[in-house]
C-alpha cells in the first residue's frame, strides 16, 4: 500500500474515532437522562420516552441516517454530512444507553434514595452522591459493550458520503486492485481503537473496586 493511500486511510480513521467520540459524548448522557425519566415514571412522558427508544432501537443504523440526513431538509433543517453522521450514531447511542442505565437504576436498592429523602436531603445531591456512583459501577461493562459496537456501526455513516474508515479502505481497494493491506490496516486500527476503551474500563473498574 502506498504512502497516500496510507494517508487516506488515516484520515477516514480520524473521521471514524471523530463521530463515534461525538456520538459517545452526546449519547450517553442523554440515554442516562432518558433512564432517569423511565426511572421516576412521570405519567406523561414516560410512554413518550418507551416508544421513542423502542423505535429508535427497531430501526438500522443506515436507515436512520439517511432518514436524518434526506429527511429533516424538507421541515427546514439542512445539515452537514458530519453533523448527520454524529447526530445519528448519537440517536442510537442515547436509545441503547437508556436501557443500560435504566437496568441499573432497576437494580439500585431504592430504600437508600428514600432515606436521604427522609434526611431531606435535595435531589441533585441524593443523584449525584448516592445514585450515580452505585450504577455507574453496575452499567460500565455495559456501556464500554455499546461504545465499542457503536464504533464498529460507524460505516452505516458511509451511505451520505462521510469518507470514514471503511470507506476509505473500499476507495483504495478500488483505485490499487488489491483491497486486503488496506482492510488489514483498518482491521488494525479498529482493534487498536477499541481495546483502548477496554483497557479505560479496565482501569476503571479497579479504581471503583480499590475506592468501595
Do not use: H
Request: hydrophobic share 60%; charged share 15%.
Amino acid at each position: 500500500m502506498t504512502y497516500p493511500a496510507f494517508l487516506t486511510l488515516l484520515w477516514g480513521a480520524a473521521n471514524t474515532i471523530g463521530v463515534s467520540l461525538l456520538a459517545i459524548a452526546i449519547g450517553t448522557p442523554l440515554g442516562l437522562v432518558l433512564a432517569l425519566i423511565r426511572w421516576r415514571r412521570l405519567r406523561l412522558i414516560d410512554p413518550v420516552v418507551a416508544a421513542l427508544v423502542s423505535l429508535l432501537r427497531a430501526t438500522p443504523a443506515v436507515t436512520l441516517v439517511l432518514l436524518v440526513y434526506f429527511a429533516l431538509p424538507t421541515i427546514g433543517l439542512e445539515i452537514p454530512r458530519f453533523a448527520a453522521a454524529v447526530a445519528t450514531l448519537a440517536l442510537g447511542s442515547m436509545a441503547y444507553n437508556c436501557e443500560i442505565w435504566r437496568g441499573a437504576l432497576l437494580a439500585f436498592p431504592r430504600d437508600q434514595y428514600e432515606a436521604a429523602l427522609a434526611f431531606g436531603m435535595p435531589g441533585a445531591l441524593r443523584l449525584r452522591l448516592i445514585v450515580l456512583p452505585q450504577i455507574v459501577r453496575a452499567a460500565l461493562p455495559a456501556l464500554v459493550n455499546e461504545m465499542t459496537l457503536l464504533i464498529k456501526v460507524s460505516p452505516a455513516v458511509a451511505v451520505i458520503g462521510v469518507v470514514e474508515m471503511t470507506r476509505a479502505a473500499v476507495r483504495i481497494g478500488a483505485v490499487t486492485y488489491d483491497p486486503v493491506p488496506a482492510f488489514l490496516v483498518c482491521l488494525v486500527i479498529y482493534v487498536a481503537v477499541i481495546g483502548c476503551f477496554v483497557l479505560v474500563q479496565r482501569r476503571l473498574e479497579r479504581r471503583i473496586a480499590d475506592a468501595a
